[in-house]
């Protein structure tokens, strides 16, 4: 039985980069993971490009069950960490807005970088090697995987959620820790489109392909969240940054609400309009807004066809509060194989915020996007996958 220091089973970014650290701080490290590919969701995030880290990011920016279990850990590793490690490995890399980085080239180039940091530490890496099997005993772990049996002093499991099941998420992590006693918080899709029922949303179903900036809100107290991002209309519901956002916070039967004229008084605009207009309130309204939305907005009523100075001034501020207050209830989203993320997880109250190590099981640790924090869109959820690992990795060389 081969014995290593430390085990880590998956091969994302959270397991790569803490392989990495411990193996340059002295540990024996064993990577495992049941693909063939390793990383494959930093190969596809941000358009291929992978938006790799937020400038800005802070405890404000995550969700959790437990909300301050993730400020230890981003402290020490914060945003600037993982970008001096970008740099010194030569990857050109460019800010977009709001803080959001994205590798110039390819998202290939923080794989690369992964890799090469987890060969700088004598790594061992098997792939695909499954595991069957874990054992806790006096001496640690012992695990019986596809390549023979292992011996480690210490676990860490650092498999994913289950967002994106075509490139290999399992539900392996939330089964060993089961295993071993810990709650996990309820998960569910987040960071994913929204969807209505057909018939409701059959009036808007038209204006698929459409965006526009909003403002957008859901949810109450400490799990309401509020966003001005882009929202995309499709076929079956919205989508696009702000939803994508919104969804996170949103539970079943809450509605959204959208300000589809951000940051204006949609009613002063009209108000003003009319007093030197005499064209037809659809006209007017779709030079104030997308024409498409506009038509859309006004298709059935008949005022669309009428004058604007015969509407009165109440009509029109009905009409602007409609759409800066619009309020719709989803009747669910596209699951997990359209989410990013996956919300909930091992539940954090049983775990070191200062190692991710389990309170129950010593040498057990649970890192990344299996553990119940999840951050917001833009970068956000990869810091905490650089920086639960970085806090884990430092206690998995022996003493």
Same mark, same amino acid.
């Given at each position: ?91 050109a890399w460019h800010e ?52 023979g049996p292992v011996r ?106 959208? $300000?589809?004229?951000?940051?204006? $008084?949609?009613?002063?605009?009209l108000l003003r309009t ?20 506009? $038509? ?34 989803? $009747? ?68």
């Amino acid at each position: 039985m081969t014995t290593f220091d430390a085990v880590i089973v998956g091969g994302g970014a959270a397991g790569l980069h803490c392989a990495g650290i411990a193996g340059q701080l002295g540990a024996r490290v064993l990577l495992l993971d049941h693909s063939a590919r390793v990383a494959e969701k930093i190969r596809i995030s941000g358009g291929g490009r992978c938006n790799f880290t937020n400038r800005d990011a802070g405890p404000a920016n995550f969700l959790s069950s437990n909300p301050h279990f993730c400020r230890s850990a981003l402290a020490r590793y914060p945003s600037a960490e993982f970008i001096a490690l970008v740099q010194r490995h030569g990857i050109a890399w460019h800010e977009k807005h709001k803080g959001q980085l994205f590798c110039d080239r390819s998202a290939e180039d923080i794989i690369t970088m992964l890799l090469r940091e987890c060969d700088a530490g004598g790594v061992v890496r098997r792939q695909p090697c499954a595991v069957q099997a874990v054992r806790h005993t006096a001496a640690g772990f012992e695990l019986d995987t596809d390549a023979g049996p292992v011996r480690s002093a210490r676990l860490v499991v650092a498999t994913g959620g289950l967002s994106i099941p075509k490139i290999g998420a399992s539900d392996w992590g939330y089964r060993i820790a089961r295993q071993f006693g810990h709650a996990i918080v309820e998960t569910h899709p987040a960071l994913v489109p929204l969807t209505f029922e057909a018939t409701a949303w059959a009036p808007f179903a038209a204006l698929s392909g459409l965006s526009l900036e909003v403002d957008i809100e859901t949810g109450a107290g400490r799990a309401r969240g509020r966003f001005r991002e882009d929202l995309l209309f499709t076929h079956r519901g919205l989508s696009g940054p702000a939803v994508l956002q919104a969804s996170s916070y949103w539970r079943p039967g809450q509605a959204l609400r959208i $300000d589809l004229a951000p940051g204006r $008084d949609l009613a002063a605009e009209l108000l003003r309009t009319k007093a030197a207009s005499r064209r037809q309130l659809g006209t007017e309204l779709a030079a104030l807004l997308p024409r498409r939305l506009a $038509d859309t907005w006004l298709a059935g009523d008949a005022r669309a066809a009428r004058l604007l100075p015969e509407l009165r001034d109440q009509d029109l501020r009905s009409l602007a509060a409609g759409l800066q207050a619009w309020t719709l209830t989803p $009747d669910g989203d596209e699951g997990y194989r359209k989410a990013e993320v996956t919300a909930g997880g091992v539940d954090t109250r049983e775990l070191s915020s200062q190692t991710l190590e389990s309170r129950r099981v010593p040498g057990l640790h649970f890192i990344g996007e299996v553990v119940d924090v999840t951050g917001w869109l833009g970068g956000y959820n990869f810091q905490w996958a650089w920086a639960s690992a970085a806090a884990c990795a430092h206690a998995l060389p022996p003493p």
